[in-house]
């Protein structure tokens, strides 16, 4: 099985008492020159095997679930903030200044869907706050790409020079990459081994993570795709943003399902936060590496805190190296690894057909958090999980074989979509891709609107 069986070596899985598992082929799906349907049928399958193996541990199950995944699925879940329409209205991906851009010696890829991005990255380059997306490829034209991505970098701003493959390899931070394995995986302390109840056994599907806590400080995509899978399986996530920094709300439609939203000041309200803290079994961060510190949410100083807890942590470049510390996204961390230029052409860089760095990246962080539940059943410990999209990039550019064009041909994601009302809409949105036998199909609830609900647990 192309990749799963990497992908779930590096999770500490056992592929001789891994759950069975079914692949089903689509041509077609996530066509790319890189080999992305692989990858994303990879970093889906070993999220469902690390589901199917808490399940099989908490139901007292003889042997765990079969796993079935489907490319169809897969890449539809992969698109899922393209499929999501909210009352047929298609949302808005990427803001005019978010793009690829010509500079004196190449090209330079910005982000800027976020009004102090924008801000930040005009005023790097000497614009003024309403400059347009011509004022801004004017500036460019006449820079060179890594003084840019210097420049907009200094300023808090969000710009990376497009790398070729080899490039990137000669980067400082590409050699600190790849010395750190797929999914990073620590035992923080020596807490006892943890007892999870039995969940429910009439409850209509096998939810693995029924009862469990989550405290999600995410945004964006990879942390918050993460987060909606663990919310699938039964979890009960409590998603915290600044009450200053409100989620787009396309981007909060499309990964707030199955959780609750609430606001909360992290310097203001402590004790709020501590009383969270100490009744959560999982907190799952996804600010640059660093930047929860100052609030005492380090992994180890949580552990300290709250023994048996389960910290995960994504970032986009690796909480190490020179480029430790910086923000990124998804098509940053594309333009600066190769990729963008291995699905480009002579005359501009391209782009994955999906955000699959994101995407995959987050299954591989929520089935670090179901095999670390599965490992403190057995052995206890806190413990620490840690996934960058760097890393993925890593994978998908030189660890995963692509496999022969096979199966049915993948028409679109229709048949891999449902209907949802909610308070925000009628929702268009794909189905969770996530499938083990009787396991969930769909989410207990659908988004509401951002930061509404009490910051409490139920």
Known sequence: MTGIDDAWAALGGDPASSPRLTAVAREGALDARLPVRELARACVGVCALAAAELAARRYGLPEAP???????????????ERVLRVDGRAPLLFAPLSRFWRTA???????ANYPHHRARLLGALGLPDGASADDLAGRLAGCRALEAEEAVH????????VRTPDQWRAHPQAAEVVARPLVERERLDTAPARVLPRPDSAAPSLLPAAGLRVLDLTRVLAGPVATRVLALLGADVLRLDAPRLPELPDQHADTGFGKRSATLDLAADRDAFDALLRMADVVVTGYRPGALDRFGLAPRALAERRPGLVVAQVSAWGAYGPWGGRRGFDSLVQAATGIAVAEGSAERPGALPAQALDHGTGHLLAAGVLRALTEQTYDGGSRLVRTALARTAHWLTTGIRPAPAEGAPYTGPDAWVAETDSSLGRLRHARPAVSFAGGPTAWTRPPGPWGTDPARWR
């Not at 079969?66 to 899922?80: K, L």
């Not at 200094?154 to 020079?161: C, E, I, K, S, Y």
């Open 105 to 111: 010696d190449g090209w330079v890829r910005t982000h």
């Open 154 to 161: 200094r300023a808090g701003g969000l710009a990376v020079a």
């Open 66 to 80: 079969a796993v079935r995944v489907d490319d169809g699925a897969v890449a539809a879940s992969f698109h899922s």
